[in-house]
């Protein structure tokens, strides 16, 4: 198979990790071996890389902070080849002493990274303690250094956890679906948009960004529209599973029904 025009990729440093996320793509935990890229892979990847068109790439893992040594290598050999270094993922394990997060930040950027992808979302707080990334991130803020967070939905109830403590799933469930309740999408305040119709509290759910909520949405089937025309769907808000369309209504219009098709 022969890939032509890549613009953008990505290079796994290592699969251990200091979590074990239900989510996880390559099933990374700390159980997994605790092997890194080596130099002559990382530069037999980059020559791939720029043979495909690549110009640049993130870093991700596994946690890249493992062998931090080896990720200064590696973001080393990878500008060395011509190629730049988007972001850095990262679960913020290491951020407890900012002493030691604003020294690794600035050697980041001396090597030829600035920005980090810094992982705030219920599958990591199972195993780390919200108040770290939180906590990395303000660091960045104070060095200048860039970041964004995934998922910063979840920001509002993640912020409230306790910190130094992570929390089981049904704790998660329990915390968070008491900030986003129930007759939401399950990802969104219950102060969220109105609707421009009533403006006094009639929510849309939040739907961009997720296919299989988009797809739901397309799916769903009007049976009795509000006197207004506009139309709710109501999604039951579940923390780990797919959402599926139920039946919902209107506030203000109490016999406009919407159901899943």
Known sequence: MTVENLRHGGIIANY??????RHCLYACSPERTGGYITKETAESVCKLLRAGGCRSVHIGGGEPFLD???LLELIQTVTDAGIAVEYIETNAYWAADKQQAVQRLKKLARAGADTLCISLDPFHAEYV??????SLAK????????YFLWQDKYLPALSKLAPGKAYSRAELEQHILAVYPRNGTG????????????RGGVFRPQTR???H??????RVAIRRPFPCGYVRPVYPAGLYGDRHPARGSCSRHPGGQVSGG
């Open 68 to 70: 931090f040594d080896g």
């Open 129 to 134: 303690p919200a108040d770290l990334p939180l």
């Open 187 to 198: 990802l969104r305040p219950a102060h969220g948009r109105p609707c421009h119709r009533h």
């Open 209 to 211: 960004g997720v296919r």
């Open 139 to 146: 660091t960045c803020q104070d060095v200048g250094f860039r």
């Open 16 to 21: 251990q990790c200091t979590a074990a996320c």
């Open 213 to 218: 909520r988009r797809q739901a949405m397309r």
